[in-house]
């Protein structure tokens, strides 16, 4: 760590499947008890990113909404406060199906399924390419706005 300024870190897809409101606790609890590591490094820019949605066949809706209320949680005032060298990421909202009312409301998007068949959440292609222009900008942007 103290050869990096930035520190950009994530949990991979299957964080996503939350199976209850006391799991989704527990997750907020770990997070926010990073806080006071960010907070003893202020040198540092932490970027937070959002776990990424899971596929329509390997999550129901009530974990696929509570997947939602964690990332929107993480890029909230609430959980970021006033800190200047902590920021989020939001890779869920970019990949997922938004909260709409459909039966794939906060799942992998549609056309970001690797196979429309199998439950492998891992997106494909087409994910990449927007996922990795947009947080190139975000970690380039963010880095700059710390600095200042």
Same mark, same amino acid.
Request: contains cysteine; proline residues 5%.
């Given at each position: 760590?103290?050869?990096?300024?930035?520190?950009?870190? #994530? *949990?991979?897809?299957?964080?996503?499947?939350?199976?209850?409101?006391?799991?989704?606790?527990?997750?907020?609890?770990?997070?926010?008890?990073?806080?006071?590591?960010?907070?003893?490094?202020?040198? %540092?820019?932490?970027?937070?990113?959002?776990?990424?949605?899971?596929?329509?066949?390997?999550?129901?809706?009530? *974990? $696929? %909404?509570? &997947?939602?209320?964690?990332?929107?949680?993480? %890029?909230?005032?609430?959980?970021?406060?006033?800190?200047?060298?902590?920021?989020?990421?939001?890779?869920?909202?970019?990949? &997922?199906?938004?909260? *709409?009312?459909?039966?794939? &409301?906060? #799942?992998?998007?549609?056309?970001?399924?690797?196979?429309?068949?199998?439950?492998?959440?891992?997106? @494909?292609?087409?994910? @990449?390419?927007?996922?990795?222009?947009?947080? $190139?900008?975000?970690?380039?942007? *963010?880095?700059? $706005?710390?600095?200042?």
């Amino acid at each position: 760590m103290t050869n990096h300024e930035v520190i950009a870190f #994530k *949990s991979c897809f299957p964080a996503s499947l939350i199976i209850s409101t006391d799991m989704l606790n527990e997750y907020k609890q770990w997070y926010t008890d990073m806080l006071s590591f960010f907070d003893q490094h202020p040198e %540092k820019l932490f970027v937070v990113m959002s776990t990424p949605p899971l596929h329509r066949l390997a999550t129901d809706a009530a *974990s $696929a %909404k509570r &997947a939602r209320a964690f990332a929107n949680w993480l %890029k909230s005032a609430q959980y970021l406060g006033a800190r200047r060298n902590v920021v989020c990421f939001d890779v869920f909202d970019l990949l &997922a199906d938004p909260s *709409s009312g459909w039966a794939s &409301a906060n #799942k992998l998007r549609w056309e970001y399924e690797g196979s429309h068949t199998s439950d492998d959440s891992h997106p @494909n292609t087409a994910a @990449n390419r927007i996922v990795g222009p947009a947080l $190139a900008d975000f970690l380039c942007e *963010s880095a700059l $706005a710390y600095e200042r």
